[in-house]
């Protein structure tokens, strides 16, 4: 029997299509979840849970989740850094897959990033630009956000280095500090640039999505994983086995 997958926000542009990507995955979705829908009776008929909605209804997820024993795949973004935290107590456990972004190509960039910080070190300027459609809540991209811890982690900094955007006279730049700048408009589904800049020369590490259902897809490999896993919080890296 193919696993039975809870989707969470089913009426959205994610949702349907990871609706549509069950089907062609030889899925079953147990159930199809949106505001207003009963989401324990859809839980009960389902073996994994979905989730990409908004932030404000994660937690009601997870804390069903705990209570019926079901594993989660978290791909929604935008939870604010203190709530955030809290939640992924919660996803502990369960066997929960939390992460920004599903695509097999962007979770390379995320191993490239890393791998171009720790050489490139801090001579090289790091800036991070994202762009998405016009409909997106929040800014950065949950992507961007990821792209950004990276290169806080590999160069030993805090979220204090981070410049969202420059206005005005912000006088020269620091070496210590990270930008970060988030183009929104049109249809864009996720555009994302990690530039290092020297005096001389600037590499530029560049991932453009073309369509969700690349999203769609490594959320479903990621519920198939998960179902197997004991409790904790795992990202996609873990599924690729890219650690
Ligand atoms: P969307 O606005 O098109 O869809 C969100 C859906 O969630 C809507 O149908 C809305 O009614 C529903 N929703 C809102 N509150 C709800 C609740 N309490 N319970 C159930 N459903 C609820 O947005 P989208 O473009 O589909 O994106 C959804 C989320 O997924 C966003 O946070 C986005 O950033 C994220 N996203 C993540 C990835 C990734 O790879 N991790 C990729 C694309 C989008």
Known sequence: MPPRILIHGAKG?????LVTAAQELGLVVGAAVDAGDDLAAGLAQADVAVDFSSPHATRALLELAIAQRKPVVIGTT???????AELRALAARVPCVWAGNFSVGVNLLFALTRRAAAVLGSDYDAEVVE??????QDAPSGTAARLLEIIL???????????????????????????VHALRGGDVVGDHTVLFAALGERLELTHKASDRGIFA???LRAAQWVLTQPAGVYDMQDVLGLK
């Open 13 to 17: 542009r994610m949702g349907q299509t």
């Open 78 to 84: 935008g939870h604010p850094a203190a709530v955030k």
């Open 131 to 136: 762009m998405h459609h016009r409909f997106k």
């Open 153 to 179: 982690e590999e160069r030993k900094l805090t979220a204090q280095a981070l410049r969202h955007g420059r206005h005005g006279l912000t006088g020269e730049r620091s070496p210590s500090e990270v930008g």
């Open 217 to 219: 897809r490594g959320a």
